[in-house]
C-alpha cells in the first residue's frame, strides 16, 4: 500500500485512505491495491482460462462500491475494472490531480507530438487527457517544419470538450541569421496562412527555413511568436519587429523556464531572456508582450528518457537533453521562473498571470478548424493550351479517354470496354474525382517525360479501367479480370442504390415546363418526365407537370455535380 501511495502522490493523483487496501480517488471511485508480494505471475490458471492473480472475490469487491483493483507491475502501477473484462490501464490522469499551488488560468502552446518524427512522444490523445484532467480549456501543439498532428488535436479535443490551437515551430532565415519563431492560428485565414507557410519552408526552400518576405505575406490571421533564442536579433533589427506586427494579429515573445542538464544550454537561454526584458521593457510596458510557453516533448517527467532514445535514433546523439519538458502545472511553472527574478525589481506574480492570460487570449481567439463534414477534392489547373483545346476539366478528361480508348483498346472488343467504361465514368464523376484523376495523369507524364521511373500500376488501381486510357497504369483490367470496385468501391463512396432524378440529355418537346434552380439556372423539362420528390416525410415518382413549388428534387449526384451546381 506504501508503494501505491509513493505512486499517487509523484502522479499528483488526489486521494483519500479508506484503510490499509483501499484508496478513494475523487470523480473516479475506490481503488482497491492488490497484494501481489511472493507471486511470480499477475495471472493464475482457472480451469481452462488465466485471470488476474485476486485473491479477494471481485463480487465481494463490487458489492462494497470497489469498482478499480490497482497493481504494480515493472516500474508501473495499473488498474483494471472488475465490470469488465481484464485490461491494464496505467494508473495516471484519473481523477483530479491535486490542487496546484498556482490559481492562475493557463493554456500550454507548448506540445511538440509524435508527428515532430524522432523527437517527440506521447499519443496526441493522451496528451489531450492529461490537458483536460489538468483543468486546461485548451491545448495547443507547435510541431517543427510540419502540420501532420493538427486534425488529429481537432478531433480528440472536441471529443474531450476543450479548444484545440494549431502551432508551428519554424526558423526565420533573416541574412543569415536562423531566429526561432512559433506561428498559432487564428482564423480560418490564418489557417490557409498557416498551410502556405508550411510550403514555403518545406517545399520552396531545401533547407527547412524561411526568409521574412514569404513570412509577413502570410501573417494575417496568425499570432507570432518569437523564440527564446531570439533576443539578440529582436534587439538589431527592431525594424522587422515593427514588419511583423503589421503583418501578423499580435507579437509576443516566448519565455521559457525549463532548466537543462547541460550549463551551457541554460547559461545562453537565461542570457537571451535577461537581454530581453532589459531591452523591451520600460517601466513596466513591453515593447513586445511576454507570453509562457513551456517546450513540451513528453506527457509525463518520467517519459523523459524517451526523447533520449528517439534522437540518438535520428542523430546518434542525445543534445539538450532535459527532465522538465513534459506538461507541467501553472505553480510548478511558477516555481522555476520565482528564483530567476530580483523581487525588489519584479512583481513576480503579476508578471506570471501577465504570461498566462496571453495564453488564454490565444486560446480563445481561436476559430481556425478544419471542415470535417465534407470531403474536398483536389482540382486541376489547365494550361493554357489546355483550356483553349478543352476549355474545362470534364471535357478534358472524357477526351483524353476516348484518346486512349482508339489506341488500346483491342480491335473487336469495343463494345466490351464501352460498356466497363461507361461504368466507371459514371462512378468517378459522381463522386467527383474528375480531377483528382487529372491530377494523377499530369503527375505522371511529367515523370515519364522527365526519365523518372513510374510503375506500371500500383494496388487496387490496377483494376481501373480510367487509369489505363489514360496512361497512368500500364495493365489492361478487362484482360486480366481485375475488379474496378477495388479501386473504387461505389457503396464506400456514398452511392447507394435508390431511385433519384437523372438528366439524360436534350429532346424536342411541344409541352415542356420551366424549372428555375436555387442556383439561379433554369432547365426544361417534358411534362411526362419522371422526377423523384421528396414532400414532406415521403418520397415520391411524379411527373413533371405534378411539381409542387416546395418539393425537393432529388437529382442523382452526377448531375449534380456537372449539370447542376456547376454555373456554366
Excluded at 522538465?324 to 519584479?346: C, I, N, T
Excluded at 442504390?497 to 415546363?513: H, L, P
Aim: net charge negative.
Amino acid at each position: 500500500m506504501n508503494d501505491l501511495i509513493l505512486w499517487l502522490d509523484k502522479e499528483r493523483i488526489d486521494y483519500r485512505v479508506i484503510d490499509n487496501e483501499v484508496v478513494d480517488i475523487p470523480e473516479f471511485g475506490r481503488l482497491f491495491c492488490a497484494d501481489l508480494t511472493g507471486v511470480k505471475s499477475i495471472f493464475r490458471q482457472r480451469g481452462d482460462e488465466q485471470v488476474f492473480n485476486l485473491m479477494e472475490d471481485p463480487q465481494a469487491l463490487i458489492d462494497e462500491g470497489i469498482f478499480h483493483v490497482a497493481f504494480p507491475f515493472g516500474c508501473n502501477w495499473y488498474y483494471y475494472d472488475l465490470r469488465g473484462e481484464f485490461s491494464m490501464n496505467i494508473l495516471k490522469h484519473v481523477g483530479r490531480p491535486k490542487p496546484d499551488s498556482c490559481n492562475v488560468e493557463f493554456v500550454n502552446l507548448g506540445v511538440h507530438t509524435p508527428y515532430e518524427l524522432l523527437n517527440a512522444s506521447g499519443d496526441i490523445g493522451v496528451w489531450v487527457r492529461k490537458a483536460k484532467w489538468m483543468g486546461h480549456t485548451a491545448l495547443g501543439i507547435c510541431d517543427r517544419n510540419t502540420m501532420a498532428g493538427t486534425l488529429t488535436l481537432q478531433k480528440e479535443c472536441a471529443e474531450a470538450g476543450i479548444r484545440h490551437v494549431f502551432g508551428y515551430s519554424l526558423a526565420l532565415d533573416d541574412d543569415g541569421a536562423e531566429v526561432p519563431m512559433k506561428v498559432y492560428c487564428q482564423t480560418q485565414q490564418g489557417l490557409q496562412n498557416l498551410l502556405r507557410i508550411q510550403k514555403a519552408v518545406m517545399v520552396d526552400r531545401e533547407d527547412g527555413r524561411i526568409d521574412m518576405e514569404s513570412l509577413a505575406a502570410h501573417g494575417c490571421g496568425n499570432v507570432l511568436v518569437l523564440g527564446v533564442l531570439a533576443a539578440e536579433w529582436m534587439t538589431q533589427n527592431r525594424p522587422a519587429i515593427g514588419r511583423l506586427r503589421e503583418a501578423f494579429e499580435a507579437v509576443y515573445y516566448q519565455i521559457d523556464p525549463t532548466e537543462f542538464k547541460a550549463d551551457r544550454i541554460d547559461i545562453q537561454r537565461l542570457e537571451s531572456m535577461r537581454r530581453y526584458f532589459h531591452e523591451f521593457c520600460r517601466g513596466g510596458a513591453f515593447e513586445v508582450e511576454p507570453v509562457l510557453i513551456p517546450e513540451c516533448y513528453y506527457i509525463d517527467r518520467a517519459d523523459a528518457r524517451s526523447k533520449i532514445i528517439l534522437n540518438k535514433i535520428a542523430t546518434g546523439a542525445a543534445h539538450e537533453q532535459s527532465d522538465e519538458q513534459y506538461l507541467r502545472s501553472a505553480g510548478e511553472l511558477l516555481d522555476k521562473l520565482r528564483p530567476l527574478f530580483d523581487p525588489a525589481r519584479w512583481d513576480v506574480d503579476e508578471l506570471f498571470r501577465r504570461m498566462c492570460r496571453h495564453t488564454v487570449v490565444i486560446a480563445e481567439g481561436v476559430e481556425a478548424a478544419y471542415r470535417t463534414d465534407t470531403v474536398f477534392m483536389p482540382r486541376y489547373d489547365m494550361t493554357p493550351d489546355e483550356k483553349t483545346k478543352y476549355g474545362d476539366t470534364h471535357t478534358m478528361f472524357l477526351s483524353l479517354l476516348e484518346e486512349g480508348f482508339s489506341k488500346l483498346v483491342p480491335a473487336g472488343k469495343e463494345a466490351e470496354y464501352r460498356e466497363r467504361l461507361d461504368k466507371e465514368i459514371y462512378i468517378l464523376e459522381s463522386t467527383d474525382n474528375v480531377d483528382y484523376l487529372l491530377v494523377q495523369y499530369d503527375t505522371v507524364n511529367w515523370a515519364r517525360r522527365n526519365g523518372i521511373l513510374v510503375g506500371c500500376g500500383r494496388g487496387s488501381a490496377g483494376g481501373c479501367l480510367a487509369l489505363y486510357l489514360l496512361g497512368i497504369t500500364l495493365i489492361d483490367p478487362v484482360k486480366y479480370g481485375l475488379l474496378f470496385e477495388r479501386f473504387l468501391l461505389p457503396e464506400r463512396a456514398g452511392l447507394y442504390e435508390a431511385r433519384t432524378t437523372r438528366i439524360v440529355g436534350r429532346i424536342d418537346s411541344q409541352d415542356s415546363y420551366r424549372l428555375g434552380l436555387e442556383n439561379g439556372r433554369e432547365i426544361l423539362l417534358d411534362r411526362d418526365a419522371r422526377l423523384m420528390v421528396r414532400r414532406g416525410e415521403k418520397i415520391l415518382e411524379v411527373y413533371a407537370d405534378e411539381l409542387r413549388e416546395q418539393d425537393d428534387i432529388l437529382f442523382d449526384n452526377r448531375d449534380l455535380l456537372f449539370e447542376i451546381d456547376r454555373q456554366l
